[in-house]
């Protein structure tokens, strides 16, 4: 059990487009979401937390307006990067809570790869 | 705030033998827990192995086994009898407890094993 799907896997798009990332949780309700951002060969940055029927927490430096988190129902959370543009191209990850139980570790999606030509 | 600090950003090891990957963390909390998680080329996250804090007991999972030093401040994984499907990046990472399940992670160490 708990099986997260992120999709879609790969994107490739102009600069200027709007994309959407969606994080599914498949076998389990996931009251909380989170993003993360990483960069070749580095590790994962933390970009904001998403709870189900309330508004996501961001990180610090990580603008709201930017990239726009909506976490509708216990099963799905998307990223939304607007008005992309090259400086996004990114892999983006989420990772969702079974419960939120202290010692629950986070179970991670695939990952999507962001390309803005 | 935590620090999460991976010191070997890569290591190789021949295909069956021991590898011991380090990681040191900076945290003022008593409770805590503590994961080490694989990032293969695949580019999935899998958890690897968790550790409670409080729990003197080193975690240990098959092939899989910490050695958690908590005066010290160091959470190292050894990966038993290597094998090539361990190639990936390890990541290891830390959690406040009660404190919304967010994770802290080290930079990551790239462990390419060798046949």
């Known amino acids: 059990g708990a099986v997260v799907s992120q999709h879609p896997s790969r994107v490739i798009c102009k600069s200027g487009t709007s994309v959407k990332i969606e994080c599914r949780s498949l076998d389990f309700q996931a009251t909380t979401m989170f993003w993360y951002r990483q960069f070749p060969k580095k590790s994962l940055m933390l970009m904001a937390t998403s709870n189900e029927g309330s508004k996501a927490t961001y990180e610090q430096g990580v603008e709201k307006d930017k990239f726009l988190i909506n976490h509708a129902s216990l099963t799905l959370s998307t990223l939304t990067v607007t008005s992309a543009h090259p400086e996004d191209s990114s892999f983006y990850i989420c990772s969702a809570l079974r419960d939120m139980g202290g010692n629950q570790p986070q179970h991670f999606g695939d990952g999507t790869r962001l390309s803005i030509l | 705030a935590q620090t999460v600090t991976q010191s070997q950003p890569e290591m190789s090891v021949q295909e069956a033998e021991t590898v011991t990957l380090s990681c040191t963390y900076d945290t003022s909390e008593s409770n805590y827990y503590l994961f080490w998680y694989k990032q293969p080329p695949s580019r999935q996250m899998i958890l690897v192995i968790r550790q409670e804090a409080y729990k003197q007991q080193n975690a240990t999972e098959n092939r899989f086994s910490v050695n958690f030093q908590k005066a010290a401040k160091s959470f190292s994984l050894k990966i038993s009898d290597s094998q090539l499907g361990d190639t990936a990046m390890y990541f290891c990472?830390?959690?406040?407890?009660?404190?919304?399940?967010?994770?802290?992670f080290g930079g990551g160490t790239r462990l390419m094993v060798k046949p």
């Open positions: 990472a830390f959690m406040k407890h009660n404190a919304g399940n967010m994770l802290t």
